[in-house]
């Protein structure tokens, strides 16, 4: 890559890691209860742990946009 | 055999073997997961996450998480938190970071500050704000050690001598040429941490109350305050949860050592496939939590609430058995602080000393004055860890609170070409100088919300006025023309 300075991630990229961010950081008064319980868990623990599975999903798909952005730049470059 | 000298023997013989083993290998081999992946073949799945969860594992997620979820409760959830977001950052900062280091021979997070600002006072500026930020992190490492062995001991070793005998240990350890873990060794400790937060996370709940959903049900109905926020303490509500994991999350990737990590990927691709996949090594954390949240109703008597995974397991298994789990956790606590020792000596001899007092020095002499150093070092952060009587995340909270200061640098390093040197400098001494204040004034947490997470707001906002207020400059990490 003969760019100087690496390029920012896309805005629809940086939206799929805004999702994690939001349901871990912003909804916290909806999920800090203890009720309903999960398999006996307590709400705002299940609620984190479900969100170490689902954030990795989040970001596999800000990783095929990048992805697909940096074919499409290497095409033009070659061009 | 007295219980404490089975158990004590365990640990020494399981941290000896590390040791010996260790120094008779060859070069350090930082372990993630490509190298995993590609030494790894016939390793399932589940092995490899075994692996990878093992080595992310540090005292502050075994002992502190536990103490923790004991002692505070819900708002010990930040921990679960940050790890998770933390990850997902990496994803967008790793990549140009890595780049840009590959281009330019960067090692270092002052490396890459000097390159693209230009300038020895802010270089030596992030090393010795770097330097002072990993003291309390080295110092949890010691708590945790001089924890362990006092607990094994049957509290027959008292806790500053334990301390001072972790101490000692460490530095031998970076005293002997720096770290260097044979692979499996390093497979032995991860597979032997996990494995045993896994089974002491499942066995404690099932053997003392009928199963993990039945622990909840009984520890719940004795302390329900504690499972929401602010759990068991006066101050640490919604505000300051958000804060903290905001500013452990932007601090993540700050620490002065962990730049390096990264620089052993092959490409962008891999960088962006490990922060994908991190976040599933921390699903091991919750069975720490567990045996915190247990502890609540098996040692009602206990105050400090780091001892409560070392304590429950003492009172549930054999004294073999806690001697695995204290010599799995000493491994953990010296590796990082072995590692942390050698980082902040090299920052403060390379990046702090020698380019503003000594220039003159040569590399062999920095090597020899940075030993002295790593003792000046270990012996500060022992002298703090025997005085203070802080939990283990708080330390690590501190600490934070240093590294994060150095994100605005970083990001708009990155980002954004019209941040300049001095609005940078003036941010990072806004930013710090407001940490130093809250934390020596004990006003942390601060209007509700973590006090280093309003630092970094500060240092932003300073960074980008002074920026906008001076001329633009040559972005560093742009060809010369």
Known sequence: MSRAVPPRPSLAALGCGLIPFIAICGAVPLWDRITPTVFGLPFNLAWLIAWIVLTPICMTFANRIETAR???TEKKGDS | MTPSTIALSVIGGIVGLGSLLGFLAGARRQMNLEQWTVGARGFGTVLLWLLMAGESFTTFSLLGASGWAFSRGAPALYILAYLTLGFVLSFYILPPIWELGRRHGLQTLPDFFQRRYGSRTLTALVALIGVISIVPYLQLQ?????????????????????????????????????????????VLKDFLLVFVVIFVGIAIPVMHFGGIGKMFDAVIAAKPAHFVMPGSTPN????????????????????????????????????????????????SLPFVFFIGFAAILMLP????????????????????????????????????????????????????????FAPHLTDDQVARGAKWIVVAISLTSLGFAVFSSSTLVSLLLM????????????????????????????????????????????????????AGFIALLANFLVAVVVSLATPAQRNGFEPED
């Open chain 2, 142 to 186: 010691i708590t945790g050690l001089g924890i362990i062995v006092g607990v094994a001991s049957f509290d027959g070793i008292a806790r500053t001598a334990a301390m001072s005998i972790g101490c000692v240990l460490v530095s031998a350890f970076v005293f002997a040429g720096g770290i260097r873990a044979v692979a499996w060794i390093s």
């Open chain 1, 70 to 72: 940096e074919a499409e």
């Open chain 2, 236 to 283: 640490l509500g919604h505000g300051w949860f958000i804060s903290s994991v905001l500013l452990s999350t932007f601090g993540f990737y700050m620490w002065p050592h962990q730049l390096g990590a990264c620089y052993t990927a092959r490409s962008r691709e891999t960088i962006r496939r490990n922060a994908i996949m991190m976040p599933l090594y921390t699903l």
């Open chain 2, 399 to 450: 600490g934070y609170a240093g590294v994060t200061q150095f994100f605005p640098g970083v990001i708009f390093g990155l980002f954004w070409p019209r941040a300049t040197t001095t609005g940078v400098t003036s941010g990072l001494v806004t930013g710090a100088g407001l940490v130093a204040f809250f934390v020596l004034t004990g006003r942390d947490p601060f209007l509700g919300l973590n």
């Open chain 2, 301 to 356: 008597e206990l105050k400090n609430g780091d001892l409560s995974f070392l304590m429950v397991a003492r009172d549930s298994f054999p004294p073999w058995f806690l001697g695995v789990v204290g010599g799995a956790g000493a491994l953990t606590a010296m590796v990082p602080a072995a590692v942390l020792l050698l980082s902040a000596a090299a920052l403060f001899t390379k990046n702090f000393f020698r380019p503003l």
